[in-house]
């Protein structure tokens, strides 16, 4: 559930149709950033700034944000140039745990004007060839905002309407095959569930989330509310729905989308069929977060649960620590405030249609209490339990080390009890 801060702050001006290669100043640049941000002497770099930008990010502001950053990411190993298109260039950032695209804009004076993190966008490690008895085709759901991209996959030749399933994704910027590349999470556990589905005759609609992928809204991050995710879900419900092809509405939210499906699901209900949850919370967000920020120090976690105490009063706190920036920094408490306010344990409790519970016995980010809550909540649902499966849906020990080294896996197939136990339960719905 943590959200690493990916922007630093960006003033570009409109760039020019054409790229070219790297100038000389923007190497120096590149390489003085490497340097002083490895070497903690962030004063080095905001020297350089221009007036405007020092004006947007005065240098003690930008003291902190580096700190923090260097908390999260780790050291800069490289920044390896990828275009220039003035007055931008554009790099490759590898840190020590995660790998971003570095922006930087100079001026004529050749001062610092933009430097903006923004997750990189690679192509994927191992890439899923799709099954030949499938076909893919791209979706697209207008929002007021921008567009939700999505793939639809589907059987090559359908005999009669078959069932439907919208795959919602988990936390974090998650795209439609459940990668998360800027934090080098590559599992394509989403893509091999829409193939396990399409193999049985079953469709499915999965997607980008909000400002992740192609997914490409207007929105800035301090806009952003839980509620859009659901906004978006219930869109796609309603267009399959509409679908003639599909008898059945099926929705299956992994994670954070577990709520948000449950939600989607309450919103539109008569058009949803069924709704599975996979490794979804049973608790409020605000008390896993004060659970996970227990393995921190104290200091630490008293401050957390300080911040969320502020937020359930509906106050926004502008000036934080620098130790909770990546969980709790401004531009995100609105949204967490819109998250926090949800209670998966009393929204299962509103959905009238059959409802299949999934949790892995080695997932070491929702554990089994969080299934058990779900199914307390709502006695008619079918829990499932899947011995040695973790949070990603693939086989795994409890040793946290190699649980994590799964997610740069994506060779790694799901757990075949996963798979049988969604299979049986769509057929099994009337």
């Not at 690679?122 to 791209?138: I, R, W």
């Not at 992928?213 to 929105?219: C, D, M, R």
């Amino acid at each position: 559930m943590k959200r690493i801060c990916f922007f630093i702050v960006a003033i570009f001006c409109v760039t020019s149709l054409f790229a070219q290669g790297e100038p000389a100043k923007y190497m120096a640049t590149a390489a003085n950033f490497k340097k002083y941000y490895n070497a903690n002497t962030p004063d080095s770099i905001s020297k350089n700034f221009s007036p405007e930008m020092l004006a947007a990010i005065p240098a003690d502001k930008f003291k902190t944000t580096t700190a923090q950053l260097k908390t999260q990411l780790g050291p800069l190993l490289s920044a390896d140039f990828q275009k220039y298109s003035a007055p931008l260039a554009v790099y490759k950032a590898t840190f020590q745990n995660a790998v971003f695209t570095l922006n930087i804009s100079l001026n004529s004076k050749d001062q610092i004007t933009g430097l903006m993190l923004t997750p990189y966008q690679g192509p994927a490690k191992t890439a899923l060839k799709l099954d030949p008895s499938l076909t893919e085709s791209p979706v697209l759901l207008k929002t007021l905002t921008g567009t939700i991209a999505g793939t639809l996959t589907t059987p090559t030749n359908i005999v009669g309407k078959i069932p439907v399933v919208l795959i919602i994704a988990g936390s974090g910027p998650t795209d439609r095959d459940g990668n998360t590349q800027s934090m080098g999470v590559v599992t394509n556990s989403y893509k091999m569930i829409a193939e396990a589905l399409g193999k049985d005759n079953i469709a499915s609609l999965r997607y980008d989330k909000r400002m992740v992928g192609e997914s490409a809204t207007g929105q800035k991050e301090d806009n952003l509310r839980f509620d859009d995710y659901v906004d978006d879900a219930i869109g796609l419900v309603n267009l399959l729905k509409d679908d003639k092809r599909f008898s059945k509405v099926i929705v299956l939210g992994h994670s954070e989308g577990s709520l948000v499906g449950m939600l989607a699901t309450i919103a539109t209900e008569g058009n949803v069929n069924a709704f599975i949850s996979v490794a979804g919370a049973g608790r409020r967000a605000d008390e896993i977060m004060k659970e996970q920020m227990k393995s921190q120090p104290t200091y630490v976690a008293e401050g957390f649960k300080k911040l969320l105490d502020s937020l359930a009063r509906g106050k926004v706190q502008k000036k934080i620590d620098p130790s909770l920036y990546f969980i709790a920094r401004p531009s995100i408490q609105y949204f967490l405030m819109s998250w926090c306010k949800f209670d998966p344990s009393l929204e299962i409790k509103k959905i009238k249609a059959p409802i299949l519970i999934i949790q892995g016995s080695t997932d070491i980010q929702v554990s089994l209490t969080d299934a058990n809550n779900l199914k307390k909540a709502k006695s008619a649902a079918t829990l499932t339990i899947v011995r040695d499966m973790n949070y990603i849906l693939k086989e795994a020990p409890l040793d946290r080390e190699k649980n994590m080294a799964t997610y740069k896996q994506p060779e790694l197939p799901l757990k075949p009890e996963f798979v049988t136990g969604l299979l049986e339960f769509i057929h099994g719905l009337k």
